[in-house]
């Protein structure tokens, strides 16, 4: 009869042991999961900055040929 407990005790430690290992093993995950999807997104914000900032560059430089032109036209009225 004392074997039998003996090899339920060491059972029960063996599962809850068991247990705390993978509940440990499955927060170590979820956390290393969510870093990488919060990396992700830090990397997608910063590529659509990068993006967006070519984009405003462009838009100054046509902007800046328009005005050139207006002041060309601008000139050539005066001088007429």
């Given at each position: 009869m004392k074997k039998l407990k003996r090899i339920g005790q060491?059972?029960?430690?063996?599962?809850?042991i068991g247990t705390a290992?993978?509940?440990i093993v499955a927060a170590i995950t979820a956390w290393a999961t969510?870093?990488?999807?919060?990396?992700?997104v830090r990397l997608r914000a910063e590529r659509t900055e990068?993006?967006?900032q070519?984009?405003?560059k462009e838009l100054v430089k046509k902007f800046?040929?328009?005005?050139?032109?207006f002041d060309k036209l601008e000139d050539?009225?005066?001088?007429?």
């Open positions: 060491i059972s029960l430690a063996a599962i809850l290992g993978t509940i969510s870093n990488s999807k919060i990396t992700e990068i993006t967006e070519l984009h405003y800046d040929d328009i005005d050139k032109r050539l009225i005066k001088n007429k």
